[in-house]
């Protein structure tokens, strides 16, 4: 059954340094998303992404913040300059369409900011 | 502010039996709705989806929606250990193109 990818599971990195995290979506899906979770919050929406560019985006989402889709495959999430309160569970999601479509979750990148 | 609802439990239901999840929102015009299970440290699975008022059953999972009182729930028969874990709501929300999570439901199945 086709899933969601996303690498690493974990990543460790220290304040201010970039951190890209990576997913592939399901190859007949049109629609990426990318939530994060906090540890024991709920999951928040992030960003969505349609025909290469961004469709909606969250208060969170700032200029830190960046995501592309550099080849057929791949679908990523930058953080140019992390801060500590960027320590969270980060969830890639897809779906073929948006309002009427399901939408899966990859397994998540722990990330943590020391 | 657009919300999703859920009592965050614990909700606690013995083995066998019917547990009954529920789930408001505010946006009127939100179009469908989402339920997943989250095991502790792990992504939500989708477990249902639904956009048209009335019941939609999968197995052992019954999704019912409601526009009119904005109210989804999530019927889970034969309960099993199994299911016991975080249940999420989420809303496809109107003229947004993003997904709202309620903070979810813990579910505890007692043996």
């Known amino acids: 059954e086709p899933e969601v990818t996303q690498t690493p599971s974990h990543q460790v990195t220290q304040m201010g340094q970039e951190v890209i995290l990576r997913c592939v979506p399901i190859?007949?899906?049109?629609?990426f998303y990318w939530y994060r979770q906090i540890l024991g919050q709920k999951v928040e929406f992030l960003v969505s992404?349609?025909?290469?560019?961004?469709?909606?985006k969250s208060e969170i989402f700032d200029d830190q913040f960046s995501v592309e889709r550099p080849d057929g495959s791949n679908f990523t999430l930058k953080i140019r300059s992390t801060k500590l309160e960027d320590s969270a569970m980060y969830f890639c999601?897809?779906?073929?369409?948006?309002?009427?479509?399901?939408?899966?979750f990859g397994p998540g990148t722990r990330l943590t900011v020391t | 502010q657009k919300e999703v609802e859920q009592n965050s439990g614990p909700l606690s239901v013995p083995e066998g039996a019917i547990a009954s999840l529920n789930c408001t929102y505010s946006?009127?015009?939100?179009?469908?709705f989402f339920w997943y299970r989250q095991y502790s440290g792990k992504s939500p699975e989708l477990i249902m989806f639904?956009?048209?008022?009335g019941d939609k059953e999968d197995g052992r999972f019954t999704a019912q929606l409601n526009k009119a009182s904005q109210y989804v729930s999530l019927l889970i028969r034969d309960s099993q250990p199994s299911d016991s874990a975080t249940y999420l709501c989420?809303?496809?929300?109107?003229?947004?193109?993003?997904?709202?999570f309620g903070k979810g439901t813990r579910l505890h199945i007692l043996p």
């Open positions: 946006d009127r015009g939100s179009q469908s």
């Open positions: 992404f349609y025909n290469n560019e961004i469709s909606e």
């Open positions: 639904i956009y048209s008022n």
């Open positions: 190859s007949n899906h049109l629609y």
């Open positions: 999601a897809s779906s073929e369409g948006n309002r009427l479509s399901e939408q899966y």
């Open positions: 989420a809303v496809f929300a109107n003229r947004d193109d993003k997904i709202i």
